[in-house]
Nanobody, 123 residues
Framework: QVQLVESGGGLVQAGGSLRLSCAASGRSFSMYAVDWFRQASGKEREFVGAINWSGGLTVYAASVKGRFTISRDNAKNTVYLQMNSLKPEDTAVYYC????????????????WGKGTLVTVSS
């Protein structure tokens, strides 16, 4: 069993940065890949990026590649999403999810979800 809690969301101006954290509890967390998804109001949840269990591999959606970076610290049971050069279209609730398969990207296949944290980017 893995529990996930996101934090770090808030209001930021366009061009600014935020770092989200995904804190996990559960002894087996380091065995899981972690995905970040986001859901804007009225839209479907979409894949943002993912990191494998060791942190050695990452993948990103085209819309965030080069602006967002995912990292993890398994000693702290935490995964991070560093978001730079934020745009108003990045406004959404951001979720982390744990998955035994890296680069799965399918919402319905995630094993565990956090409750999300809201990011609002003003123009």
């Amino acid at each position: 069993q893995v529990q996930l809690v996101e934090s770090g969301g808030g209001l930021v101006q366009a061009g600014g940065s935020l770092r989200l954290s995904c804190a996990a509890s559960g002894r087996s967390f380091s065995m899981y890949a972690v995905d970040w998804f986001r859901q804007a109001s009225g839209k479907e949840r979409e894949f943002v990026g993912a990191i494998n269990w060791s942190g050695g591999l990452t993948v990103y959606a085209a819309s965030v590649k080069g602006r967002f970076t995912i990292s993890r610290d398994n000693a702290k049971n935490t995964v991070y999403l560093q978001m730079n050069s934020l745009k108003p279209e990045d406004t959404a609730v951001y979720y982390c999810a744990a998955d035994r398969t890296f680069d799965n990207r399918r919402v319905n296949d995630m094993d565990y979800w956090g409750k999300g944290t809201l990011v609002t980017v003003s123009s």
